[in-house]
């Protein structure tokens, strides 16, 4: 999986089972990397970085802090991510922070998430999934 280095915007390969264990840092300026279970928050700049060098599918959560069912589906996203490692990448777009990118997907209800196959938009889907509802639909767009 990636990581994108919010100190100095490093793109880092990172092993997902070794960042479950311990902090994973930045190769080029040994800063830690940012992870919430095997989920990184990302800016528009890391978004495109991760979509672009990402050899696996990507799922993005487009999110926001005043929303009620964004902070129910939070955890869940993260759990599940912890389920996929090194098969699927987990990000966060935080849409008050990233109005343009989340505009440029057509985000209008969020929670939204969206999985991205070959750097290529594959599906979304709008609302809070629970736990199953969200590892079927990630298997079944991972499996098609």
Known sequence: MLGVCKSCGAVNRMDANTALQKKPVCGKCQKE?????????VTSEAFNKVLRNSKIPIVVDFWASWCGPCKVYGPTFQEVSKEYPNKVQ??????????QLSASFGIRGIPATIIFVNGKKKDSIS?????????????AKTNE
């Open 90 to 99: 987990f990000l966060k777009v935080n849409t008050e922070q990233e109005q």
């Open 33 to 41: 990397i940012e992870l919430h279970d095997l989920t990184q928050e």
């Open 127 to 139: 609302g809070a999934l629970n736990h199953d509802q969200l590892k079927q639909w990630i298997n």
